[in-house]
């Protein structure tokens, strides 16, 4: 199937600072990502619909200024945490989408555990 | 609203035995039903998927799951358990009626015992 690499895996950091993950499709291209967040032991929460070469769709409830969604390219969207707080600490992941758009099949990266100090 | 309803938190089986993780759906419109597998710390990873057909699709591993319009249920199986299938399943459906985001459901977490 398709791969889709996430990085970093793990990041710790201090309070404050931002944090930038990545997820790269690595032999598809992918005009549309999606990023998700999981809570332990909980379900994905999609955050945000990422569509190349325009702003990302955010779901209700999540902050645009704090996670900053960029699809630059066909193979590469970037979520960037904003001045990071513990709170934020979670497991993200993003994935893409092969196929047609309702019936397309998605392929998730191993996912980015944050740790907020 | 759509929504994906996974009944157990957890199922236990002995290895060798079938195994069966039960979803349930609501949507307007015609469903698009798959289930993925998350092992720890993992992002997770597609089973199989029901678009249209037959109602028994067959997916990775030796999973396969029947789809049932009537019980709107669409309930995972696999005839003999391995230890290695322990993890956490996720059922999400996607509806044809111009919501094309997946939801998922809450997960159950497997556990097949030697």
């Known amino acids: 199937g398709a791969v889709v690499s996430q990085h970093p895996s793990r990041v710790i950091c201090k309070s404050g600072t931002s944090v930038k993950i990545e997820c790269r499709s690595l032999d598809f291209q992918a005009t549309t990502m999606f990023w998700y967040r999981q809570f332990p032991k909980q379900s994905l929460m999609l955050m945000a619909t990422?569509?190349?070469?325009?702003?990302?769709?955010?779901e209700q409830g999540v902050e645009k200024d704090k996670f900053l969604i960029n699809h630059a390219s066909l193979t590469l969207s970037t979520l960037t945490v904003t001045s990071a707080h513990p709170e934020d600490s979670s497991f993200y992941i993003c994935s893409a989408r092969v196929g047609a758009e309702y019936t397309g099949e998605l392929f998730f990266g191993e996912g980015s555990r944050l740790t907020v100090l | 609203a759509q929504s994906v309803a996974q009944p157990e938190d957890q199922v236990n089986v002995a290895e060798g035995n079938p195994l069966t993780v039960k979803c349930t759906y609501s949507?307007?419109?015609?469903?698009?039903l798959f289930w993925y597998v998350q092992y720890p710390n993992r992002g997770l990873q597609f089973l199989l998927k029901?678009?249209?057909?037959?109602?028994l699709v067959k997916g990775s591993y030796g999973f396969e799951a029947e789809f049932n319009k009537s019980q709107t249920s669409f309930h995972l199986k696999k005839p003999s358990a391995l230890v290695s299938d322990s993890a956490l399943y996720f059922c999400a459906v996607r509806n044809s009626g111009g919501y094309n985001k997946l939801i998922f459901g809450a997960g159950t977490r497997l556990a097949v015992h030697p």
């Open positions: 990422s569509n190349e070469g325009s702003k990302a769709t955010y």
């Open positions: 029901y678009i249209t057909g037959d109602n």
């Open positions: 949507v307007s419109g015609n469903p698009y």
